[in-house]
Nanobody, 124 residues
Framework: QVQLEEFGGGLVQAGGSLRLSCLAS????????MGWFRQAPGKEREFVGA????????YPADVVKGRFTVSRDNAKNTVYLQMNNLKPEDTAVYYC?????????????????WGQGTQVTVSS
């Protein structure tokens, strides 16, 4: 079983940047494809992006493509979400999650382990 904890959320102005980190413990993060999701008040949880176990392939959601980048450092047991050119509609709680093997990374139901989330607020 793996435990996940997100860091790096906060308040930023529109056009600014933030980098979220997701630290894994209890099991090597290199065993998992990893994903980032977000949930705004009153909305469904939304896929943001994912990365395969080696870091060789990433899968950004269309809504953030060109602005957000998922990366990982398996030696540090950490996954990152670099967010650039942030917009007020990016405001949400952001979660990292570990995906079951051979599962569809864009579906939240493919993930067994979740962090507690970190708040990102983008002001206009």
């Amino acid at each position: 079983q793996v435990q996940l904890e997100e860091f790096g959320g906060g308040l930023v102005q529109a056009g600014g940047s933030l980098r979220l980190s997701c630290l894994a413990s209890g099991h090597a993060v290199s065993s998992y494809d990893m994903g980032w999701f977000r949930q705004a008040p009153g909305k469904e949880r939304e896929f943001v992006g994912a990365i395969d176990r080696s870091g060789g392939s990433t899968y950004p959601a269309d809504v953030v493509k060109g602005r957000f980048t998922v990366s990982r450092d398996n030696a540090k047991n950490t996954v990152y979400l670099q967010m650039n050119n942030l917009k007020p509609e990016d405001t949400a709680v952001y979660y990292c999650a570990a995906c079951r093997p051979n599962s569809i990374v864009v579906l939240s139901t493919s993930y067994d382990y979740w962090g507690q989330g970190t708040q990102v607020t983008v002001s206009s």
